[in-house]
């Protein structure tokens, strides 16, 4: 059974940072691309980078360029999404997803870990 279960997420003050996780298993972890996806309140879901099976390439959505930085341990099956100078639009339910920024609506993702930007 596929389990992505994602930790990290918080209340932070603007130009904040957070590192977020997300453990894997159920599934081989090393052959497939992962990416970030969030939900802000009261809209969709948005793809916020995503990440090749062996950690290169990574691509990032326009409005978290040169902040977060997506990363990836194969040997220990886990994501990593380190956010730096955060913004008060940066908030939202934060989810891990198999596949790359092509597999929207990104099915198989986790229960997400909400992250709030707020002074």
């Known amino acids: 059974k596929v389990q992505l279960v994602e930790s990290g997420g918080g209340l932070v003050q603007p130009g904040g940072s957070l590192r977020l996780s997300c453990a894997a298993s159920?599934?081989?972890?090393?052959?497939?691309?992962m990416a970030w996806v969030r939900q802000p309140p009261g809209k969709g879901l948005e793809w916020v980078s995503d990440i090749s099976s062996r950690g290169t390439g990574p691509s990032y959505a326009d409005a978290v360029k040169g902040r977060f930085t997506i990363s990836r341990d194969n040997a220990k099956n886990m994501l990593y999404l380190e956010m730096n100078r955060l913004k008060i639009e940066d908030t939202a339910m934060y989810f891990c997803?198999?596949?790359?920024?092509?597999?929207?609506?990104?099915?198989?993702r986790g229960q997400g870990t909400q992250v709030t930007v707020s002074s």
């Open positions: 159920g599934f081989p972890f090393d052959e497939d691309a």
């Open positions: 997803a198999i596949g790359s920024y092509y597999n929207k609506p990104w099915v198989r």
